[in-house]
């Protein structure tokens, strides 16, 4: 085909995908009705970046590509806002709510015939979205109303952020110029679920949702944005080029047809008394809300007439955020206690003196980390204030200094486990301590977990509930244990008959063969995933050379740096794996290293090979077959181009899979990959 041909059919289809990919981005995360499964929208987005990677030129700000692509920034800009970014004023009671109604009555007669918007005030932080042509062009935080922070790329990368609107067809007149104010913030759900990872990870955990969701906005790497679960509701428009809906209740609905995201937790009421109503029924729905919400706010339908109100200060008169009540009590703190989480993390909570916050009486708190109990300088014995936000945990905020009366007690973290005794440990440079002791019970069921996953001994037929069973009856107190379980053992459990039990001892049997690699992994030390066991199976020969590696050795060993060699030699010098490790040894799970000393002798089976590495491959993660390709002499690239020597393909390889074939490049699957692999 001619080239210019060919130029002009990918500019449509870059159109047509762009379109597609924006389309069902909104279905999926604004609306949350997605219309086509997830593996058919990645196949779109995957052939968009191929194109774009072909031609870079074409590359758009709004393109779909872009949500996680700019460089870190060195610091945020300062942008002005076009027009003042107002605040509320608050009421606390509805007669509070009352005697602003009469104040602004008294302005305004026609405000005693007025209806009212009711929205949730959701707790995050305000952002400012601009858009040309129906291009979001820039974004920025709020800050003291008149000037705030260019945090555009960072915005970029919250899904809910259209980057081109309107978004389905049908809209009569578009902005040319459109200024959009919504709030940012973090799902409860998914704030839990961030700060268990960030726990795991043995990094500084968050307090709560908003603090998170305005710490994940104002990160110089868009990068670290894009892996944090943002949300945007809007509720405001700032400017319009064109004419916009007097009404605040027909503007939520202009901002929804042009593709923003629009709570529909938003009424209108005929009257200030139904308004006042309808937020006091929030009290408790609240909780039906994914995220937080701190109040209602009161707005005047008629937008109209609520500008012609003015302004006390910032806060418009037009509008009124109409609180919850207090969620935050004082109270004594009369011990610290320790969690040991499944992960080996150590948590601190406080036992409080009973209190009653919002109609829960409360007697636990958080108190997140050690770091945490230092930096607040809380101590057993003080009077602290608590908070309880929404669904979340409650947590301590810190201790009132001015009512120490000298009896209180600076608490001292423990040095051994809670639960197994054993002494804890802490990575330099992570805030969290952990117990390493593989055999604690507080994580022997995540530790089996782990050791039987697909990636690390793949155990088939041996789930998650089967590991509970087996160690609530007390048949496995560590990993090893499972290969001296008995048939008799398992029929003694619920749901186990001979065939199953059979087939239970047939896997665990089989996985005795499994590779080191895979065992290093399994044994869960801190640090060590598929990528780096498979770093240490090539350089050990089995895990009694391993466990005799020292600190120089291991750091030899490219990707392995001084804490993770010091996570390595530590667990191995615990008395309580050594025994673990010897009764693997007894059963007969001792595997050594394959391919490590042929591939030191001769030249790399792989040596001047190029791969490309696509699809679900059957027992290893993409990550560990590139590690595993270059270790054994090969190159790994991301595109196929009539370069690559090979194509490993997994299931759902989609583009890529296409493409070699076009190309005629070779395609491989796992198993062929090791086969070319082994030494000649
Ligand atoms: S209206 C002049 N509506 O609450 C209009 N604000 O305490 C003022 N907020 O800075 C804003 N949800 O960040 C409005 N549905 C909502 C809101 C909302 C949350 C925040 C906003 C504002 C703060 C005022």
Same mark, same amino acid.
């Given at each position: 085909?001619?080239?210019?041909?060919?130029?002009?059919?990918? !500019?449509? @289809?870059?159109?047509?995908?762009?379109?597609?990919?924006?389309?069902?981005?909104?279905?999926?995360?604004?609306?949350?009705?997605?219309?086509?499964?997830?593996?058919?929208?990645?196949?779109?987005?995957?052939?968009?970046?191929?194109? &774009?990677?072909?031609?870079?030129?074409?590359?758009?700000?709004?393109?779909?590509?872009?949500?996680?692509?700019?460089?870190?920034?060195?610091?945020?800009?300062?942008?002005?806002?076009?027009?003042?970014?107002?605040?509320?004023?608050?009421?606390?009671?509805?007669?509070?709510?009352?005697?602003?109604?009469?104040?602004?009555?008294?302005?305004?007669?026609?405000?005693?015939?007025?209806?009212?918007?009711?929205?949730?005030?959701?707790?995050? #932080?305000?952002?400012?979205?601009?858009?040309?042509?129906?291009?979001?062009?820039?974004?920025?935080?709020?800050?003291?109303?008149?000037?705030?922070? +260019?945090?555009?790329?960072?915005?970029?990368?919250?899904?809910?952020?259209?980057?081109?609107?309107?978004?389905?067809?049908?809209?009569?007149?578009?902005? $040319?110029?459109?200024?959009?104010?919504?709030?940012?913030?973090?799902?409860?759900?998914?704030?839990?679920?961030?700060?268990?990872?960030? &726990?795991?990870?043995?990094?500084?955990?968050?307090?709560?949702?908003?603090?998170?969701?305005?710490?994940?906005?104002?990160?110089?790497?868009?990068?670290?944005?894009?892996?944090?679960?943002?949300?945007?509701?809007?509720?405001?428009?700032?400017?319009?080029?064109?004419?916009?809906?007097?009404?605040?209740? +027909?503007?939520?609905?202009?901002?929804?047809?042009?593709?923003?995201?629009?709570?529909?937790?938003?009424?209108?009421?005929?009257?200030?008394?139904?308004?006042?109503?309808?937020?006091?029924?929030?009290?408790?729905?609240?909780?039906?809300?994914?995220?937080?919400?701190?109040?209602?706010?009161?707005?005047?339908?008629?937008?109209?007439?609520?500008?012609?109100?003015?302004? !006390?200060?910032?806060?418009?008169?037009?509008?009124?955020?109409?609180?919850?009540?207090?969620?935050?009590?004082?109270?004594?703190?009369?011990?610290?206690?320790?969690?040991?989480?499944?992960?080996?993390?150590?948590?601190?909570?406080?036992?409080?003196?009973? !209190?009653?916050?919002?109609?829960?009486?409360?007697?636990?708190?958080?108190?997140?980390?050690?770091?945490?109990?230092?930096?607040?300088?809380?101590?057993? $014995?003080?009077? %602290?204030?608590?908070?309880?936000?929404?669904? %979340?945990?409650?947590?301590?905020?810190?201790?009132?200094?001015?009512?120490?009366?000298?009896?209180?007690?600076?608490?001292?973290?423990?040095?051994?486990?809670?639960?197994? $005794?054993?002494?804890?440990?802490?990575?330099?440079?992570?805030?969290?301590?952990?117990?390493?002791?593989?055999?604690?019970?507080?994580?022997?069921?995540?530790?089996?977990?782990?050791?039987?996953?697909?990636?690390?001994?793949?155990?088939?037929?041996?789930?998650?509930?089967?590991?509970?069973?087996? !160690?609530?009856?007390?048949?496995?107190? +560590?990993?090893?244990?499972?290969?001296? #379980?008995?048939?008799?053992? #398992?029929?003694?459990? &619920?749901?186990?008959?001979?065939?199953?039990?059979?087939?239970?001892?047939?896997?665990?049997?089989?996985?005795?063969?499994?590779?080191?690699? @895979?065992?290093?992994?399994?044994?869960?030390?801190?640090?060590?995933?598929?990528?780096?066991?498979?770093?240490?199976?090539?350089?050990?020969?089995?895990?009694?050379?391993?466990?005799?590696?020292?600190?120089?050795?291991?750091?030899?060993?490219?990707?392995?740096?001084?804490?993770?060699?010091?996570?390595?030699?530590?667990?191995?010098?615990?008395?309580?794996?050594?025994?673990?490790?010897?009764?693997?040894?007894?059963?007969?799970?001792?595997?050594?290293? &394959?391919?490590?000393?042929?591939?030191?002798?001769?030249? #790399?089976?792989?040596?001047?090979?190029?791969?490309?590495?696509?699809?679900?491959?059957?027992?290893?993660?993409?990550?560990?077959?590139?590690?595993?390709?270059?270790?054994?002499?090969?190159?790994?690239?991301?595109?196929?181009?009539?370069?690559?020597?090979?194509?490993?393909?997994?299931?759902?390889?989609?583009?890529?899979?296409?493409?070699?074939?076009?190309?005629?490049?070779?395609?491989?699957?796992?198993?062929?990959?090791?086969?070319?692999?082994?030494?000649?």
């Amino acid at each position: 085909m001619p080239e210019q041909l060919n130029d002009k059919r990918q !500019v449509e @289809r870059l159109a047509e995908l762009r379109k597609a990919i924006h389309f069902h981005n909104y279905r999926y995360h604004v609306l949350d009705d997605p219309v086509i499964s997830d593996f058919e929208f990645d196949r779109l987005l995957a052939e968009l970046k191929e194109i &774009e990677a072909e031609h870079p030129e074409w590359v758009t700000a709004d393109s779909p590509t872009q949500r996680a692509g700019a460089r870190p920034a060195e610091k945020f800009q300062k942008v002005r806002h076009p027009a003042p970014i107002l605040s509320l004023a608050n009421a606390f009671s509805a007669q509070d709510v009352r005697a602003w109604f009469e104040r602004i009555a008294k302005i305004d007669e026609r405000v005693r015939e007025a209806n009212f918007v009711i929205e949730p005030k959701i707790d995050g #932080l305000s952002v400012i979205l601009h858009y040309q042509d129906g291009i979001f062009v820039m974004g920025a935080t709020r800050g003291d109303g008149e000037v705030g922070e +260019d945090v555009s790329n960072n915005l970029r990368t919250v899904h809910s952020v259209p980057l081109h609107i309107p978004v389905e067809d049908g809209m009569e007149t578009i902005p $040319g110029r459109l200024v959009v104010r919504g709030e940012i913030f973090m799902n409860i759900e998914d704030f839990e679920e961030l700060n268990q990872r960030l &726990e795991r990870a043995g990094e500084k955990t968050y307090l709560n949702p908003r603090n998170t969701a305005a710490g994940s906005l104002r990160q110089l790497d868009p990068a670290l944005t894009a892996t944090r679960p943002l949300n945007l509701l809007t509720y405001q428009i700032v400017e319009s080029d064109v004419p916009i809906p007097n009404l605040q209740w +027909d503007r939520l609905e202009w901002l929804r047809r042009l593709g923003f995201p629009v709570t529909r937790a938003a009424t209108v009421q005929p009257d200030l008394e139904s308004a006042i109503r309808e937020c006091d029924t929030w009290v408790t729905r609240r909780s039906m809300l994914p995220f937080e919400v701190d109040g209602m706010v009161i707005k005047i339908n008629d937008r109209a007439l609520a500008d012609s109100l003015g302004f !006390v200060g910032k806060d418009p008169r037009g509008a009124l955020a109409y609180k919850f009540p207090a969620q935050e009590v004082t109270t004594r703190l009369r011990d610290i206690g320790v969690n040991v989480g499944r992960t080996g993390v150590l948590t601190p909570y406080a036992m409080l003196e009973p !209190v009653d916050i919002g109609g829960v009486i409360v007697k636990q708190a958080t108190l997140h980390n050690f770091d945490y109990i230092a930096e607040k300088d809380i101590r057993v $014995g003080d009077r %602290v204030r608590v908070k309880r936000a929404g669904e %979340v945990i409650p947590y301590v905020i810190g201790p009132i200094l001015d009512l120490r009366d000298g009896s209180e007690q600076v608490y001292v973290p423990p040095h051994t486990c809670p639960v197994c $005794g054993e002494a804890v440990e802490n990575i330099p440079g992570e805030v969290a301590w952990y117990c390493v002791n593989a055999a604690c019970p507080a994580q022997l069921i995540r530790n089996l977990e782990h050791f039987v996953s697909r990636g690390a001994m793949d155990i088939v037929g041996l789930g998650i509930k089967i590991v509970e069973q087996l !160690v609530e009856a007390g048949l496995v107190k +560590d990993a090893a244990d499972l290969f001296s #379980l008995k048939k008799q053992d #398992l029929l003694r459990l &619920e749901g186990f008959a001979d065939k199953k039990a059979d087939n239970l001892l047939e896997s665990i049997e089989a996985s005795k063969q499994q590779s080191l690699e @895979r065992l290093i992994n399994a044994l869960g030390i801190h640090g060590v995933g598929e990528v780096t066991a498979v770093d240490l199976a090539a350089r050990f020969q089995d895990l009694d050379e391993l466990s005799n590696a020292t600190l120089a050795q291991l750091q030899e060993i490219e990707g392995i740096g001084p804490n993770i060699a010091r996570a390595i030699v530590d667990w191995f010098e615990r008395p309580a794996n050594q025994n673990v490790l010897a009764k693997l040894k007894r059963a007969g799970v001792w595997p050594r290293a &394959e391919r490590a000393q042929g591939m030191s002798a001769g030249p #790399l089976a792989l040596e001047g090979l190029v791969f490309v590495v696509t699809g679900t491959l059957p027992s290893f993660s993409r990550d560990v077959v590139k590690a595993y390709i270059q270790k054994h002499g090969g190159k790994v690239t991301d595109s196929v181009s009539k370069k690559t020597s090979y194509l490993v393909a997994g299931e759902a390889a989609g583009s890529k899979l296409q493409k070699a074939q076009d190309l005629g490049v070779p395609v491989l699957d796992e198993a062929g990959l090791m086969k070319l692999a082994e030494p000649k």
